[in-house]
């Protein structure tokens, strides 16, 4: 009796230690230029380039100057920027400076390399009320839009539409909002579900009875520095923590409260914190990695957020104030903070605490330094520089990315816009340092970046960024404050990708090139071979039978 036997090696052979992969996981990865201006000049701004409404134009591919650009924002500091589930990225508002505000929204799509100015008005302003409003509470219109503003409170849900509190118009009226906002990006039009509509300063807060829901429970305007802010998809529910702005009182200051928005009966719940704002050290941090009730964060603005797999919300960093005797000290953090909206209970479990032995004091901010250890190797003693207003975003294997933001670096001792990427792994609570300079600029201008459309491009150190992740999970940057070519500190208007460099499929071999067709039953010892492929150090073989015995080679 005769077996025939047919062996297939399967698609790919394994490369020294590489997997392929189309989102960046590691240090295999490039920034790559994609459209906008290298402006180097301090304080110098760009303005928008608008083609028609809806209508979808070409991005110019850098390097290019000014008067090239057809269909464009220009300069956009601090905008809401999230993806929806068709893999197009989203713009709303921003700032072209600290007098002028947008509310328009825009769209790149990715694929045909596009951006489209999708809603909202021309142009900016820093004293017109640019929003407007034709439907009552929950109910889209396809003419209403938000005020002009910037600096909002923002999460995506998991269906791609995005929710935003709050905001600031610009800093000469100090005006700052209080109103809920929904976008939905399949149909172009805005839901306005409450809080205040009119145009002027400071709307107050509305605490109510803290863990109890009612309709006239409102939090107060904040802007100017972000809340924390994460979505629970599966109850349906958004979550705010602090912020600057108001409490219950027009006095403006670190808020130490936390809200939690139920998207089904309109209505917000006060879930923790105080009802004031505060320059006191209140955070209570527990046992690092232990749970419990009366953990509770200091109250800070523009923290960097994620929420893991298992729906935990995740906070690090922000800028707080602290009052020492009679002076008040900005305080630049760079804790990492934990909080499960199942059991209510947050957990302190990375990072400094707030205290005045170790940190070092930078004018009048104190602040910690990173640790930035081997480039691409994890360890328990790293950590980043104390810093604000950072790009995040969540990998396929479920570990946290941080792209720059302001604060501190390894050194020097300057307050500074950096360009240093890191990754945290949460199943291991350890830190590594993956991109980017890890020493700090020599003032507040910010880490210079590297403009060029080949291959070593990198941006320069900056803050306030819009960021998105793409449908393939990479990570894509715009605008911000920061260094542009040269140290000199600027209002930014350049796309970046950060883009896993994929290695190169080797060429396959066919089936055995050396071999017996037919083997009979009870003979043993045959070999099969297939030509030597560059670069492979195993294969993977297919057998399509039954009654053959194989050794491990």
């Known amino acids: 009796m005769k077996l025939r036997i047919l062996l297939f090696l399967s698609a790919l052979c394994q490369l020294a230690g590489i997997s392929l992969y189309a989102q960046v996981t590691d240090t295999s990865a490039q920034w790559i230029w994609k459209n906008g201006m290298d402006a180097t000049t301090s304080y110098k701004y760009h303005l928008e380039k608008r083609g028609t409404l809806g209508i979808p134009y070409a991005m110019v591919a850098p390097p290019v100057i000014e008067s090239a650009m057809n269909n464009w924002p220009?300069?956009?500091?601090?905008?809401?920027?999230?993806?929806?589930?068709?893999?197009?990225?989203?713009?709303?508002?921003?700032?072209?400076?600290?007098?002028?505000?947008?509310?328009?929204?825009?769209?790149?799509?990715?694929?045909?390399?596009?951006?489209?100015?999708?809603?909202?008005?021309?142009?900016?302003?820093?004293?017109?009320v640019y929003g407007q409003l034709f439907s009552a509470a929950g109910v889209p219109h396809p003419d209403n839009m938000p005020h002009n503003r910037h600096s909002g409170t923002f999460a995506a849900d998991s269906a791609g539409y995005v929710w935003i509190f709050g905001g600031f118009n610009n800093s000469t009226s100090g005006h700052r909002r209080n109103d809920?906002?929904?976008?939905?990006?399949?149909?172009?039009?805005?839901?306005?579900?409450?809080?205040?509509?009119?145009?002027?300063?400071?709307?107050?807060?509305?605490?109510?009875?803290?863990?109890?829901?009612?309709?006239?429970?409102?939090?107060?305007?904040?802007g100017g520095g972000r809340s924390a802010a994460w979505i629970d998809n599966k109850a349906g529910k958004l979550y705010m923590f602090s912020g600057y702005g108001v409490a219950n009182n027009s006095t403006l200051g670190y808020l130490s409260d936390f809200w939690s928005y139920d998207m089904s009966t309109n209505m917000w719940t006060w879930i923790g914190g105080g009802d004031s704002v505060t320059t006191s050290n209140i955070a209570s941090y527990g046992?690092?990695?232990?749970?419990?009730?009366?953990?509770?964060?200091?109250?800070?603005?523009?923290?960097?957020?994620?929420?893991?797999?298992?729906?935990?919300?995740?906070?690090?960093?922000?800028?707080?104030?602290?009052?020492?005797?009679?002076?008040?000290?900005?305080?630049?953090?760079?804790?990492m903070w934990k909080y499960n909206p199942t059991d209510?209970?947050?957990?302190?479990?990375?990072?400094?605490?707030?205290?005045?032995?170790?940190?070092?004091?930078?004018?009048?901010?104190y602040g910690y330094y990173g640790v930035h250890g081997q480039r691409g190797l994890a360890a328990a003693g790293n950590k980043p520089g104390s810093r604000m207003r950072s790009?995040?975003?969540?990998?396929?294997?479920?570990?946290?990315?941080?792209?720059?933001?302001?604060g501190l670096a390894e050194s020097p001792a300057y307050i500074s816009g950096h360009n240093d990427v890191w990754m945290y792994d949460p199943a291991t609570n350890q830190w590594t340092w993956m991109f980017g300079s890890k020493t700090g600029a020599s003032d507040v201008r910010g880490v210079p970046g590297n403009y060029t459309a080949a291959s070593g491009a990198f941006p320069g150190g900056r803050a306030r960024v819009g960021y998105w992740v793409d449908k393939d999970g990479n990570f894509w940057m715009y605008g911000g404050n920061g260094g542009g070519a040269t140290t000199g500190f600027g209002l930014r208007s350049d796309l970046w990708k950060l883009e896993a460099i994929i290695p190169p499929v080797p060429a396959q071999p066919d089936r055995f090139t050396s071999a017996k067709r037919e083997v009979c039953v009870g003979e043993s010892n045959v070999t099969y071979t297939v030509p030597a492929v560059s670069g492979a150090t195993s294969y993977d073989w297919e057998y399509n039978g039954t009654n053959a015995t194989f050794t491990a080679n």
């Open 391 to 406: 790009g995040t975003w969540v990998d396929v294997n479920g570990r946290f990315w941080m792209f720059g933001g302001w």
């Open 180 to 222: 809920l906002w929904k976008y939905n990006p399949y149909d172009n039009q805005w839901t306005w579900f409450n809080g205040s509509t009119v145009y002027a300063a400071t709307p107050v807060a509305n605490y109510g009875a803290k863990g109890v829901a009612v309709a006239t429970n409102q939090p107060g305007a904040r």
């Open 287 to 335: 046992t690092k990695g232990v749970a419990a009730a009366t953990n509770f964060p200091q109250p800070r603005q523009e923290a960097n957020t994620w929420t893991d797999k298992d729906g935990n919300f995740w906070m690090f960093g922000g800028v707080t104030t602290v009052k020492v005797g009679s002076t008040n000290y900005g305080f630049y953090l760079n804790d």
């Open 74 to 128: 220009g300069t956009r500091v601090a905008p809401v920027c999230w993806t929806d589930t068709l893999g197009r990225l989203y713009m709303f508002g921003g700032a072209l400076n600290d007098q002028n505000s947008f509310n328009q929204v825009w769209r790149i799509n990715t694929d045909s390399s596009t951006w489209t100015w999708m809603h909202g008005k021309t142009g900016y302003s820093s004293t017109t």
């Open 344 to 365: 209510a209970m947050w957990t302190w479990v990375n990072g400094d605490t707030i205290d005045f032995t170790t940190p070092v004091l930078v004018g009048t901010n």
